[in-house]
């Protein structure tokens, strides 16, 4: 997985760097604010793709004796720098498309504008392509972070063409402005939804529910399986971590409770591959703390949607 994730990384610099100096040669032959505009998004997807390298890189680290759970939370630090800086630039590209506004001066060569912005968006689909392939195998919050960002690069060159036709061949005076603007807008967006899952994955946020529901139905599968409570589940980078009681017949000895944690084990890491699982066994009839559903309801009765 790590290897993956470090590939998506160095290929996301790779086109960064080669948009960032087609962008500024054209930002600077035309004037365009908001060529400009892509361009400061495109410095800002180098700086990003970059520390998205080493985030991924930090991430696929190994467990150590100071971070027996690994680094993957590095992803969702780094995603939050991304974002950080996603929102200056928007800022800054608000303030100058206002001054641009408050006078106006003349864009020169359109077609450069328009074939620099043609250039940019054929590379940043086949990156967009490469990194959606990534994100399905692996899942990496940074990565996905990182995609956002050449999503929205995407509109934001759609966007520089219509301005730029706009402004020059329709006549349309402050058109290159007010889409710098629009673009600064789409950015703060794009910033404040790359946000909600790395603060997720700080914050220990447990799995959607179906996915929940669905390891719950695979480990009930098990017939020595009694009871399972406790349920507890959280993504650090791009592994999985999960912990649960599960209520076993007390007559067992300890070889035999054994055997079959090591079977569910199995079973469970057959379906959700790279998770790390930690069961502790009750016997049957356990309660730990009576009258706290949050720990004692019963998953399995949960998912036939009996009463716990």
Not at 2 to 30: D, E, P
Not at 143 to 160: G, K, P
Not at 283 to 308: C, W, Y
Request: a negative charge; one cysteine or more; charged letters at 20%.
């Amino acid at each position: 997985m790590g290897t993956i994730t470090q590939r998506a990384a160095i290929a996301s610099v790779a086109t960064a760097t080669l948009l960032l100096g087609v962008k500024g040669f054209a930002a600077f032959h035309t004037g365009s604010v908001a060529m400009l505009a892509s361009l400061a998004d495109s410095g800002l997807d180098l700086v990003a793709s970059l520390m998205t390298l080493f985030g991924v890189r930090l991430a696929a680290q190994p467990a150590d004796h100071d971070h027996r759970f690994g680094h993957g939370k590095a992803e969702a630090l780094v995603a939050l720098v991304q974002v950080a800086l996603i929102a200056a630039s928007a800022f800054a590209i608000c303030w100058r498309a206002i001054g641009q506004l408050a006078g106006a001066q003349p864009i020169e060569d359109i077609g450069f504008g328009i074939g620099a912005s043609v250039v940019a968006m054929v590379a940043t689909a086949m990156l967009i392509a490469y990194q959606r392939h990534v994100i399905a195998r692996t899942g990496s919050v940074a990565i996905r972070t990182d995609h956002m960002h050449y999503q929205s690069d995407l509109v934001i060159n759609a966007a520089v063409v219509v301005a730029l036709v706009m402004e020059q061949q329709l006549g349309l005076k402050g058109a290159d402005a007010l889409f710098g603007i629009g673009i600064a807008i789409w950015l703060l967006w794009g910033a404040w939804r790359g946000s909600s899952e790395a603060i997720n994955q700080l914050m220990d946020k447990e799995w959607p529910e179906p996915k929940r529901r669905r390891f719950v139905e695979i480990a009930s599968r098990h017939p020595e399986l009694k009871g399972l409570h406790d349920l507890r589940t959280r993504t650090s980078g791009a592994t999985d971590f999960v912990q649960f009681h599960m209520w076993m017949d007390p007559s067992m000895t300890v070889a035999e409770a054994h055997d079959v944690v090591e079977d569910i084990e199995r079973r469970l890491a057959a379906e959700f591959p790279g998770t790390e699982i930690l069961i502790h066994i009750d016997p049957e009839g356990q309660v730990d703390h009576p009258g706290n559903p949050l720990v004692e309801a019963d998953e399995i009765a949960k998912l036939k949607g009996s009463p716990a």
